[in-house]
């Protein structure tokens, strides 16, 4: 709620009249009227001196909800941490599954008899001893 609004309601809950108020805050009727139809606002210091008078912080006068903006942005970092794990996670599945792999391909290729190298190896021996008889 705007300012303006926020001063008029305050004031009324309060049973001030304009008069009353501005007695109150030392403006006259016509400032208090000006902050409520929000054509002038109130300085720091008056906002003080109104938030006294209507018995209300400056953060409620002024509608600082500081607490909901704390709150909302609390919930986007752990959303944000949330969708960054899960992320992290995919790609360490994906590391370790490429290293697994990558360990079998090794052992298969060089401790097993499954690879093409035995029999390479045997025939280049055998021709390279044929070259030279």
Not at 32 to 48: D, G
Not at 57 to 80: A, C, F, G, H, Y
Not at 86 to 93: A, E, R, S, T
């Amino acid at each position: 709620m705007a300012l303006g609004q926020n001063i008029l309601n305050l004031r009324k809950k309060n049973g001030l009249s304009q008069e009353q108020l501005g007695e109150k805050v030392n403006v006259t009727r016509q400032t208090i009227s000006n902050w409520e139809l929000e054509e002038t606002a109130p300085n720091p210091e008056q906002l003080k001196l109104l938030s006294k008078a209507l018995n209300v912080s400056v953060d409620d006068l002024i509608d600082n909800d500081l607490q909901n903006v704390v709150l909302s942005k609390i919930k986007m970092t752990e959303k944000q941490t949330r969708t960054i794990k899960k992320i992290l996670k995919g790609f360490l599945i994906g590391f370790i599954i490429f290293l697994v792999i990558d360990i079998i391909a090794f052992i298969i290729c060089f401790f097993g008899h499954y690879g093409p190298f035995e029999e390479t190896k045997s025939e280049s021996a055998s021709y390279v001893i044929k070259e030279n008889i």
